[in-house]
């Protein structure tokens, strides 16, 4: 028998070696785990004499086990894999996911809440669309409803909150843009419909002015997720009346990037890093199709796997400690530069 104290089930999977998804999975139900698998399970809990809250375990039998998955925009490549992880998570742990888009529009994100209410579910994991929510709604949703935040931070709303370190996205992107080259100037859309681009573009200001250059943002028009053609129309004015001030552009996302790249073979512009072109794109996110665009983008990756890791087991923890963590807290991962032929 181990000599050391578990206290609860996150320190159980560490040294069992057995993962948290497994463990809820035979807790809530011994038999739905293969015979294998439980003798593991039940070897451990003798080894090091663990005994999960039987309390809280009981609690959590009386809730169904449906979890809701709410992004703002399923159409978002983005927010289609971070789904789909979130849903594969759910799945490994015993519970049945069911997945929501609110499609940018308050109105359905309120409708989907009312929702969520009435299957009464074991947790929510939401993505809020920020600037279009009603945040006095979501905090009454959340108090209500064991809720774990993600991509889109609403501060003190939520158990917790796990997203990507915006200022890592940028920075990153900014420093090797000005390294290896003029430095960029950054396009956004006037009115973002998610809060991460207004935190991307103070990251850009703050970079170019520590690295001693001028910021140049370059705010075009457009409202709502049709973010390709709100970036081409963009570029195509801006480009079109040749009123770039450098010859590198530092995209807010992928989306308004391959818009302007659209822009950019409209109007014969070459795109690229190697002498024969005339301008150099770079973006942010690592959107599902950067790589296949024509050049391929240069971006910042947002860490799916880990973000979407810790979303679940966070709400996993939340079920299983009765609805409450003990405290709130936020988690954020950095992005990971990846240099492609557009930069």
């Given at each position: 028998?181990?000599?050391?104290?578990?206290?609860?089930?996150?320190?159980?999977?560490?040294?069992?070696?057995?993962?948290?998804?497994t463990l809820s999975k035979y807790f809530n139900d011994p038999a739905s785990v293969r015979v294998s698998t439980r003798a593991r399970i039940e070897a451990a809990l003798e080894q090091h004499d663990y005994r999960p809250n039987i309390f809280a375990v009981n609690q959590n039998r009386k809730l169904t086990k449906n979890i809701g998955i709410v992004v703002?925009?399923?159409?978002?490549?983005?927010?289609?894999?971070?789904?789909?992880?979130?849903e594969?998570?759910?799945?490994?742990?015993?519970?049945?996911?069911t997945l929501y888009s609110s499609h940018g529009e308050q109105k359905l994100e309120l409708e989907i809440m009312d929702s969520l209410r009435g299957l009464r579910p074991a947790g929510v994991l939401f993505a809020p669309l920020g600037r279009a929510s009603d945040r006095s709604e979501i905090e009454k949703f959340c108090k209500a409803v064991p809720t774990v935040l993600f991509d889109s931070n609403l501060d003190g709303i939520g158990?917790?909150?796990?997203?990507?370190?915006?200022?890592?996205?940028?920075?990153?992107?900014?420093?090797?843009?000005?390294?290896?080259?003029?430095?960029?100037?950054f396009f956004e859309m006037k009115t973002p419909a998610n809060p991460n681009a207004n935190k991307r573009r103070i990251a850009y200001i703050q970079m170019?002015?520590?690295?001693?250059?001028?910021?140049?943002?370059?705010?075009?028009?457009?409202?709502?997720?049709?973010?390709?053609?709100?970036?081409?129309?963009?570029?195509?004015?801006?480009?079109?009346?040749?009123?770039?001030?450098?010859?590198a552009i530092l995209c807010s996302n992928d989306r308004l990037a391959i818009g302007l790249l659209s822009a950019c073979y409209q109007l014969g512009i070459r795109v690229g890093r190697d002498k024969s072109a005339s301008l150099r794109v770079a973006s942010n996110d690592d959107h599902p199709f950067s790589r296949f665009t024509c050049p391929s983008l240069t971006t910042a990756a947002h860490d799916y796997e880990n973000v979407s890791n810790k979303s679940a087991e966070t709400l996993f923890q939340l079920i299983e400690g009765g609805g409450h963590l003990p405290e709130r807290t936020e988690t954020l991962f950095p992005a990971r530069l990846v240099l492609r032929d557009s930069a």
């Open positions: 028998m181990s000599k050391t104290q578990i206290k609860n089930m996150e320190e159980f999977a560490v040294v069992s070696g057995i993962s948290r998804p703002p925009y399923l159409a978002d490549p983005f927010f289609a894999e971070i789904a789909r992880n979130l594969e998570r759910c799945i490994q742990a015993g519970y049945r996911p158990e917790a909150f796990i997203g990507s370190d915006n200022f890592s996205f940028v920075s990153q992107t900014v420093e090797y843009l000005t390294r290896t080259g003029e430095p960029p100037s170019m002015e520590r690295l001693g250059f001028e910021p140049n943002v370059i705010k075009v028009e457009g409202q709502g997720w049709a973010f390709e053609e709100i970036g081409r129309q963009g570029a195509l004015k801006l480009l079109g009346a040749g009123n770039l001030p450098t010859n």
